[in-house]
Nanobody, 125 residues
C-alpha cells in the first residue's frame, strides 16, 4: 500500500506563489529520494526538483532555479515544493515520486519507483 498523494495545486496568477505538498504512506520515506516532476499538455515529463535522502542534496531544473525550493520532513512523511515567481510556462500537472536521484554528468538524473497521481497547477491571469 505504497502511496504518494499530492496537494496544493490550483490557479495562480503569473508572478504569484504556490506551495505543493506530497504526503507519503505505506513505506519509510527517508529510504527514498523524492522528486517533483511536471508534464504540460503536449510536452514530455520533466524533472523539476529532487531532494536526496542520504545527504539532503537538492537538484533543480535550470528553468526553476532561484524560484522553487524543495524540502522534506521525514517525521511528517511529507515533501514540499515552494514555487515563487510562477510563470505561465509553469502550468502543468505536477507529480511527486520516490526513488533515486543524483548528480549525473553536470546535471541530475533519476529513477523513480513510486508515483503520485498528480496535482494541476494553472498559471494564468
Amino acid at each position: 500500500q505504497l502511496q504518494l498523494v499530492e496537494s496544493g495545486g490550483g490557479l495562480v496568477q503569473p508572478g504569484g506563489s504556490l506551495r505543493l505538498s506530497c504526503a507519503a504512506s505505506g513505506f519509510t520515506l527517508d529510504y527514498y529520494d523524492i522528486g517533483w516532476f511536471r508534464q504540460a499538455p503536449g510536452k514530455e515529463r520533466e524533472g523539476v526538483s529532487c531532494i536526496s535522502s542520504s545527504d539532503g542534496s537538492t537538484y533543480y531544473a535550470d528553468s526553476v532555479k532561484g524560484r522553487f525550493t524543495i524540502s522534506r520532513d521525514n517525521a511528517k512523511m511529507t515533501v514540499s515544493l515552494q514555487m515563487n515567481s510562477l510563470e505561465r510556462e509553469g502550468t502543468a500537472v505536477y507529480y511527486c515520486a520516490a526513488g533515486w536521484c543524483g548528480a549525473a554528468g553536470g546535471a541530475w538524473g533519476y529513477r523513480m519507483d513510486y508515483w503520485g497521481k498528480g496535482t494541476l497547477v494553472t498559471v494564468s491571469s
